[in-house]
């Protein structure tokens, strides 16, 4: 992958910035931390680092693009009134994959987005 300084600096933004944002979210994070940098930059490099496999592009239910700097095997969470995505450790996928696989299927890859209320947003419902 060829080097450029403004690319390191989105790729440690987003490792960094763990709420798995979308491309504008990182633009907007990038600025407020004095960056001088553009939009159309930011969505060059994500997808050229998505692409090279350096990070993962993942789609929501409403199929907004997000970003995550974790490429390890995982799984996520969205909360339907914040917004915010959260990662599931794997194991939370696996007995829903061995299930599958139980009812005759063979599953060769997954990916598992749940969507729900997170706890802050349940505690705030409960006042």
């Known amino acids: 992958m060829k080097y450029s300084r403004q690319r390191e600096k989105i790729l440690n933004k987003l490792i960094e910035y763990r709420v798995h944002p979308s491309a504008e979210q990182l633009y907007w994070k990038l600025v407020e931390d004095g960056e001088k940098i553009g939009l159309a930059t930011v969505y060059r490099n994500l997808n050229y680092l998505a692409e090279a496999g350096v990070i993962k592009r993942f789609q929501t239910f409403e199929k907004h693009e997000r970003f995550d700097g974790t490429i390890t095997p995982h799984h996520h969470f969205r909360c339907k009134k914040c917004g915010k995505i959260f990662d ?3 194991e939370i996928a696996d007995q ?3 299930n ?3 009812k005759g299927f063979k599953t060769v890859n ?7 209320l ?3 947003c349940q505690k705030e419902g409960e006042k």
């Open 88 to 90: 599931l450790p794997p």
């Open 96 to 98: 829903v994959v061995k």
């Open 100 to 102: 599958i696989d139980d």
């Open 110 to 116: 997954y990916e598992v987005m749940a969507e729900g």
């Open 118 to 120: 997170c706890a802050d």
